[in-house]
């Protein structure tokens, strides 16, 4: 019989409280967590700022006494100035793919919209801040984020904002906003959040 | 080695044996070892040996003499004990295999020594001098040869028995590997209590072993990449205190700090010149990130690349002459380096799609980086001579990579079971280690310079 050393132990006593376990199985425990390496979490945060869409109300058939009804798009989103009403601004939160700052087209439409509303809106400021997700030197996503936040800012200027009404700021994976370690993550952390002020 | 087993118990004792048989073996199969060593002194610091050195001297520290004396915390030999073993290059023989403990030259039976397989053997006492203070004397004896290599008397204070004893280890480390230690030297890291909109900051500063950590700099937004100055007596970094990145000077005995970058956009990246006299840092004020060389007693500021790509993490050569730094005009990161006076870049590293954060050893022959040639971001060492990189860890998420100051060591930050450590690599990849420093996430970390006497 091997006592496990401390860390092993941990492990173990979940299942032997003393922590001796016999040689033979101490291998195919040493395998095991070798090869496990670090178990991401599955996201369990709900990302904010994406559209939602509206829930169908549920055929009265199938629920006894219950019926859902569907929310109305208006009532669920966030709403910026008093003279919107277009889903696209309330999307404050753009994503980009990994070790890239290019905006994918998909979101082309959303900046636009703000482009819009900040041409009109002439006493808003925005800040644009840059993040990344954890991979790789802290420096370089220092720089790839405010490329990302850069990035926003010359789209805002290319529709006509004022270049005195913009500020970037990076901060690159010091402030994520998911903590997990994985794809998920990660995916949530690549992003230029525009902040209205 | 029956004769020694009658000490104690002997059920703990054929473990103990059978343990150190199996680890041995482990370590000469080049196989990963999961047991901890614990710093005797306290919890602060734990290191995980997971790889040791295919070849060690093993060496006998015996308890020093030190009569009613109440230092157990900081008795030399537990500091000496812990350091070496820490350095990779010894196995520490386990104190209860001593079946005695001599202090004296002449107690010594080298013969007993040679049948623990011991190869080195050091002895010691600590004398109370009263008002003095204490009188720690050291002797480093060749068992084969029956003769000593080394022995000093110093007289210190109470408050500096940890520092003597880190002395006395250097002296060993020189005296028997043949290159100077570097185990009285700091190193400065970040560490991060709570999350999110409760978090702390704090940029410590401890010695090489984790001991008497303190905190120069506590904030509730984020801190990087510290950076010592050649002589060890400030530190710069970027703190994110104006809800922006900014970079600060820090005079580490008064604590005073100057502001000396906060320009529009990225401040960030400091690193000194060998005299100290001068930053080169990351600013993008004039459109992206470029290299800046900062003169700190005049403010004078030198713009060094030009360009519509990212330049960052400038890293400055021992000689002065050259700055290594992170480009992605490749499209991809990769290591360039241009001469400190100007002039254009070239490209020094070509294998994998991630080269970055590289720092130069201290004798100017490699560097270290992080590199990610499709297996995760590891630890690299570049050789200047033959331009190549090479992966010395098998983790996936290494950054901030730091030499020790006799270049026999690389401390990273890294991280395991989703917690953010340090861990250390020896240049040959041989030795490995995890190390627990402080409860909570730390990162960042960077290796002083040699410690100078002021």
Redesign the interface.
């Known amino acids: 019989m091997l006592k496990l050393p401390s860390s092993l132990r941990m492990v173990s006593s979940v299942f032997l409280p003393s922590g001796f376990l016999p040689s033979a199985l101490l291998l195919s425990v040493l395998i095991v967590l070798l090869v496990s390496g670090c178990g991401g979490g599955q996201g369990r945060y709900s990302p904010t700022g994406v559209i939602v869409q509206s829930i169908e109300g549920v055929a009265g058939d199938d629920f006894e006494g219950a019926s859902a009804t569907g929310l109305g798009d208006d009532e669920i989103y966030e709403t910026v100035g008093s003279d919107v009403t277009g889903e696209p601004l309330a999307q404050q939160k753009l994503y980009f793919e990994y070790n890239s700052s290019k905006l994918s087209n998909e979101y082309k439409a959303i900046v636009q919209a703000h482009a819009e509303y900040l041409v009109r809106a002439t006493d808003v400021k925005v800040v644009l801040e840059g993040h990344a997700d954890e991979r790789g030197t802290r420096e370089y996503n220092l720089a790839l984020a405010e490329d990302r936040a850069n990035t926003i800012a010359n789209i805002l200027k290319a529709w006509g904002v004022r270049v005195e009404r913009i500020r970037t700021v990076s901060y690159g994976e010091e402030r994520p906003a998911e903590l997990d370690h994985d794809e998920n993550a990660w995916y949530y952390n690549r992003r230029v959040e525009i902040i209205y002020q | 080695m029956k004769h020694f087993s009658e000490n104690f118990d002997g059920t703990h004792h054929s ?1 103990k044996k ?2 150190t048989r ?1 680890r041995s073996a482990l370590m000469s199969l080049g196989l ?1 070892s ?3 060593i614990s710093s005797p002194a306290s919890a602060v610091l734990t290191i ?1 040996v997971t790889k040791g050195a295919a070849t060690s001297i093993p060496i006998a520290v015996v308890p020093f003499g030190i009569g009613d004396l109440n230092i157990t915390e900081n008795r030399p030999d537990q500091v000496i004990s812990s350091n070496l073993a820490r350095s990779g290059h010894f196995e520490v023989l386990d104190k209860r295999d001593f079946l005695k403990q001599p202090h004296e030259l002449s107690k010594v039976k080298y013969k007993n020594w040679r049948l623990l397989k011991a190869e080195a053997l050091v002895i010691g006492t600590v004398t109370d001098l009263g008002d003095k203070g204490y009188e720690v004397k050291f002797r480093l004896l060749d068992v084969f040869r029956e003769k000593q290599l080394a022995g000093q008397k110093f007289v210190v204070s109470a408050s500096e028995l940890r520092v003597v004893a880190h002395q006395i280890s250097d002296i060993i480390y020189q005296k028997l590997i043949g290159r100077r230690g570097a185990f009285n030297t700091r190193i400065a890291y970040i560490t991060v209590r709570g ?2 909109n409760n978090a702390q900051y704090l940029l410590r500063v401890a010695d090489a072993d984790g001991q008497n950590p303190r905190t120069i700099l506590k904030s509730s937004q ?1 801190i ?2 510290p950076s010592w100055s050649p002589k060890g007596d400030k530190i710069a970094y970027v703190s ?1 205190e104006d ?3 900014t970079v600060y000077v820090q005079n580490l005995s008064s604590g005073d700090r100057k502001r000396v970058a906060q320009y529009p ?2 401040n ?2 400091p690193t000194w010149s060998p005299k100290g006299d001068k930053l080169a840092l ?1 600013l ?1 004020k004039d459109g ?2 470029e290299i800046y060389i900062l003169d700190l007693s005049r403010t004078k500021l030198r713009r060094l690349t030009r360009n519509t790509s ?1 330049d ?2 400038p890293a400055w050569s021992p000689d002065g002459d050259t700055i290594a730094f ?1 480009s992605n005009r490749s499209g ?2 990769q290591i360039y380096q241009v001469a400190v006076s100007g002039g254009p870049a070239k490209r020094i590293t070509f294998k994998g799609k ?1 080269n ?2 590289a720092t130069y050893s201290h004798d100017g022959k490699s560097m270290v980086l ?1 590199t ?1 040639q499709g297996k995760g ?1 590891r630890v690299g060492l570049y050789s200047i001579e033959n331009q190549t990189v090479v992966e010395l860890t098998r983790t996936k ?1 290494d ?2 990579p730091t030499f020790a100051p006799n270049d026999d060591m690389i401390m990273y930050a890294t ?4 917690r953010n450590v340090l861990a250390a690599v020896s240049p040959n990849g041989q030795v490995q280690q995890v190390i627990q420093l402080d409860n909570h996430s730390v990162r ?1 970390p960077a290796w002083s310079p040699f410690y100078r006497s002021p």
Do not use: D, K, W
Not at chain 2, 415 to 418: D, V, Y
């Open positions: 473990l059978i343990l199996i990963i999961l047991i901890c995980e999350t999110q984020p990087i990449s994110f809800n922006r990145s956009g990225i960030s990246a990351t993008s992206n990130p990212v960052t993490e992170t991809t990161p991630y970055a954060g992080v990610n971001f998420q950054e901030s991280q395991t079971g989703g960042e």
